[in-house]
């Protein structure tokens, strides 16, 4: 993504004029902007395309068109248009001792090439002699593409500079090192196990967007490993605390929130170490607390963290108060307008609900109402949760609404995935004989063919044999009301 910003300063910087862009550039992008089909752009690209085959075979082409005329060539290909004829210029251009053409041609086979590519040898030798530059452009520059294009066969090459760089004087530096070092580690975990430690003293880096992009690579490993890890809880709970009491700079605030992709990164990293573990999760309680009181729920980004509060509460060892706020916040979930709020409601309370089934108790009827809303992707999640939350004193109100809910269905897939979930709740918590076969009678009705003929054998071997009442009466009489219901619905 970085390397795709880069690209879009570069043509604000020609849309101003800036950097020599020329109007041919600026005339090609507003051509296919206003193309009114597919056909008409890809002829408007193959001519383009033609006429940058032709400069760039051209010896004589000024290093400032190369320039250009490369950023052209990304276009295209970022439109999916074969472009590779000039792939070798981009990498000609890594090699220059100009700083704006030097990054030209880093951010060009960024996006040309890939670790798998012939081409990457030539860049390899740049890039280390890059990492070395007094010009920690240059260097950034360099370690941006090294996470792009060396693989794990490069990797031992370019290793011992990135290593050294997690201790430059300059924090862009660091940062990109970190990222760098990540990256290696997960293409090749066996080349950079032995420099794992590097990232536990990165994560006391002075720099808190240091410290931030060392939390990525923190986390994969404490997935991996947690046990190895739980020595760090009392430091990741310290640095949320001062995150979420907004001791970082305003700069890493996002919408007024305090450095949110902090937050959430914090909060997933301790779900994992908190798992089953009662003495860590204890360290946890008070600033997960402090978060839901302290929650946004007015932006977007605020109900992102408040979501991902919920997702750790309901992964570490479980707490009552801590399970309450989680309701609490869920709730306001369900009850909002906005789709996506109720499908992360929907979610929260899948989670806590496999702590503390009573929990969905005072909100079925808000997720009853969600299979009514239009949105298929909501829906569908409603069911699941629906099935999960169903026990005998609701089954008759889930398994209705669900049979409704299946009527509408044209999915003939989905549609039956419903019919067997309803059978199978119906099995298991019918509160009585007559409810059951006038449950069946319904699935039957509006999923026919589709239901499995193992159930109706089932439940005409049922109705046959009687339900094992000694009332042989009420066997017969429950008979004639099945018979007298599957009457009435084929004269129907």
Same mark, same amino acid.
């Given at each position: 993504?970085?390397?795709?910003?880069?690209?879009?300063?570069?043509?604000?910087?020609?849309?101003?004029?800036?950097?020599?862009?020329?109007?041919?550039? #600026?005339?090609?992008?507003?051509?296919?902007?206003?193309?009114?089909?597919?056909?008409?752009?890809?002829?408007?690209?193959?001519?383009?395309?033609?006429?940058?085959?032709?400069?760039?075979?051209?010896?004589?082409?000024?290093?400032?068109?190369?320039?250009?005329?490369?950023?052209?060539?990304?276009?295209?290909?970022?439109?999916?248009?074969?472009?590779?004829?000039?792939?070798?210029?981009?990498?000609?251009?890594?090699?220059?001792?100009?700083?704006?053409?030097?990054?030209?041609?880093?951010?060009?086979?960024?996006?040309?090439?890939?670790?798998?590519?012939?081409?990457?040898?030539?860049?390899?030798?740049?890039?280390?002699?890059?990492?070395?530059?007094?010009?920690?452009?240059?260097?950034?520059?360099?370690?941006?593409?090294?996470?792009?294009?060396?693989?794990?066969?490069?990797?031992?090459?370019?290793?011992?500079?990135?290593?050294?760089?997690?201790?430059?004087?300059?924090?862009?530096?660091?940062?990109?090192?970190?990222?760098?070092?990540?990256?290696?580690?997960?293409?090749?975990?066996?080349?950079?196990?032995?420099?794992?430690?590097?990232?536990?003293?990165?994560?006391?880096?002075?720099?808190?967007?240091?410290?931030?992009?060392?939390?990525?690579?923190?986390?994969?490993?404490?997935?991996?490993?947690?046990?190895?890890?739980?020595?760090?809880?009392?430091?990741?709970?310290?640095?949320?605390?001062?995150?979420?009491?907004?001791?970082?700079?305003?700069?890493?605030?996002?919408?007024?929130?305090?450095?949110?992709?902090?937050?959430?990164?914090?909060?997933?990293?301790?779900?994992?170490?908190?798992?089953?573990?009662?003495?860590?999760?204890?360290?946890?309680?008070?600033? #997960?607390?402090?978060?839901?009181?302290?929650?946004?729920?007015?932006?977007?980004?605020?109900?992102?963290?408040?979501?991902?509060?919920?997702?750790?509460?309901?992964?570490?060892?479980?707490?009552?108060?801590?399970?309450?706020?989680?309701?609490?916040?869920?709730?306001?979930?369900?009850?909002?307008?906005?789709?996506?709020?109720?499908?992360?409601?929907?979610?929260?309370?899948?989670?806590?609900?496999?702590?503390?089934?009573?929990?969905?108790?005072?909100?079925?009827?808000?997720?009853?109402?969600?299979?009514?809303?239009?949105?298929?992707?909501?829906?569908?999640?409603?069911?699941?949760?629906?099935?999960?939350?169903?026990?005998?004193?609701?089954?008759?109100?889930?398994?209705?609404?669900?049979?409704?809910?299946?009527?509408?269905?044209?999915?003939?897939?989905?549609?039956?995935?419903?019919?067997?979930?309803?059978?199978?709740?119906?099995?298991?918590?019918?509160?009585?004989?007559?409810?059951?076969?006038?449950?069946?009678?319904?699935?039957?009705?509006?999923?026919?063919?589709?239901?499995?003929?193992?159930?109706?054998?089932?439940?005409?071997?049922?109705?046959?044999?009687?339900?094992?009442?000694?009332?042989?009466?009420?066997?017969?009489?429950?008979?004639?009301?099945?018979?007298?219901?599957?009457?009435?619905?084929?004269?129907?």
């Amino acid at each position: 993504m970085e390397q795709l910003r880069t690209f879009g300063r570069e043509l604000a910087m020609g849309s101003q004029g800036g950097w020599g862009q020329s109007k041919d550039f #600026l005339d090609l992008v507003k051509s296919i902007g206003e193309a009114r089909s597919k056909a008409e752009e890809d002829r408007i690209i193959a001519r383009e395309l033609e006429h940058l085959k032709r400069r760039l075979a051209d010896p004589d082409v000024p290093r400032r068109k190369m320039k250009e005329l490369l950023l052209r060539l990304v276009y295209a290909e970022m439109l999916g248009h074969d472009a590779s004829f000039g792939h070798i210029h981009a990498v000609k251009m890594t090699h220059d001792e100009s700083l704006p053409l030097k990054r030209t041609g880093y951010l060009a086979v960024a996006l040309f090439l890939d670790e798998r590519h012939d081409l990457v040898i030539l860049v390899v030798n740049t890039i280390q002699k890059d990492l070395r530059s007094d010009n920690y452009l240059v260097v950034c520059a360099a370690l941006t593409a090294a996470c792009r294009l060396i693989g794990e066969e490069a990797i031992p090459a370019v290793l011992p500079q990135v290593v050294d760089l997690l201790v430059h004087p300059k924090e862009a530096v660091r940062k990109k090192a970190v990222m760098a070092l990540h990256r290696f580690y997960q293409r090749s975990s066996s080349s950079v196990s032995h420099l794992v430690s590097n990232f536990r003293k990165r994560l006391c880096d002075n720099d808190p967007g240091v410290m931030g992009a060392t939390l990525c690579p923190l986390y994969d490993l404490i997935s991996e490993e947690p046990n190895s890890y739980k020595d760090l809880v009392v430091s990741f709970v310290n640095i949320l605390k001062q995150v979420a009491e907004r001791r970082l700079p305003t700069s890493y605030d996002y919408h007024q929130m305090p450095a949110p992709f902090i937050q959430i990164k914090l909060l997933k990293i301790l779900a994992v170490l908190g798992s089953g573990d009662k003495q860590a999760s204890g360290h946890m309680y008070t600033v #997960l607390g402090d978060i839901f009181k302290k929650g946004d729920t007015a932006s977007n980004i605020g109900n992102a963290i408040l979501y991902e509060c919920i997702c750790c509460i309901s992964s570490i060892f479980p707490n009552p108060k801590m399970l309450v706020a989680a309701a609490e916040t869920t709730s306001k979930f369900l009850k909002s307008d906005s789709h996506n709020l109720k499908y992360m409601g929907i979610d929260a309370l899948g989670r806590l609900i496999k702590i503390n089934p009573d929990i969905a108790e005072e909100h079925q009827l808000a997720v009853i109402d969600c299979l009514e809303d239009p949105d298929d992707t909501l829906k569908r999640k409603t069911f699941e949760l629906l099935y999960k939350m169903t026990k005998s004193t609701n089954v008759e109100v889930i398994v209705d609404r669900m049979i409704e809910y299946m009527i509408n269905i044209t999915d003939h897939h989905y549609k039956t995935e419903i019919a067997s979930r309803c059978v199978e709740l119906a099995e298991q918590f019918a509160p009585s004989n007559q409810w059951f076969i006038q449950t069946m009678n319904r699935v039957f009705e509006h999923a026919g063919d589709l239901v499995n003929i193992r159930v109706a054998h089932n439940l005409m071997r049922l109705i046959a044999e009687g339900f094992g009442d000694e009332d042989e009466g009420a066997d017969s009489q429950l008979r004639s009301s099945a018979v007298c219901t599957l009457n009435i619905k084929v004269s129907l």
